[in-house]
């Protein structure tokens, strides 16, 4: 698709913490340098479902699987430095809110408010991420990459007749993955790592998206979920 022979696909699946340690295990057994690490990959408002590891589907692919698959790799990561992490999160994390005692959606579920609350974990955790990799040579980012074409909304009919609807406005793959990229490559940021970006500019984020409290509780309770010695 690319032309570039040097792309190599890897099988993960982000739905089981089984699959995520596989393939860190082979890509760290493979791979001498680990420059850049995007978690991109996502799910949206899905009927309500677990993982494989029992985890409410929404935070446990778009949030504890993007968690584990970084502190996995990143040793890697500080030993290839500089190097970056950008995590994608969305404009819906305005609508999000971390409530501890209902997580998992176990107490109550609204699958798309399950999305919103993943995307601002995404957030959170970048912010503590950045904090933890003060010097390290390590700088993290989060993004909002705008309304973009794609599977994601496939779990919704009214989203897939609102995405054709206003086709003219949403944007390509292509489109949608400059922000992403500008964080990744872009010369000069390391002094906004842990800011969040939309449209190649940093950007302002919800209330509770900066909240230190909550990003370090955050933190404490996904290594607790996946079995992390906490620091």
Known sequence: MTGNQEVLVRKLDLADTKSIRAFAKGFLAEEKQLHILINNAGVMMCPYSKTADGFEMHIGVNHLGHFLLTHLLLEKLKESAPSR???????????????????????????????????????????????????????????????????????????????????????????????SLYCALTEGLENLSGNHFSDCHVTWVSAQASNETIARRLWDVSCDLLGIPMD
């Open 85 to 179: 992490i950008v995590n994608v999160s969305s404009l819906a994390h305005y609508l999000g809110r971390i409530h501890f005692h209902n997580l998992q959606g176990q107490k109550s579920y609204s699958a798309g408010l399950a999305y919103c609350h993943s995307k601002l974990a995404n957030i959170l955790f970048t912010r503590e991420l950045a904090r933890r990799l003060k010097g390290s040579g390590v700088t993290a980012y989060s993004v909002h990459p705008g309304t973009v074409n794609s599977e994601l909304v496939r779990h919704s009919s009214f989203l897939q007749c609102i995405w054709r609807l206003f086709s003219f406005i949403i944007k390509t793959p292509q489109q949608g993955a400059q922000t």
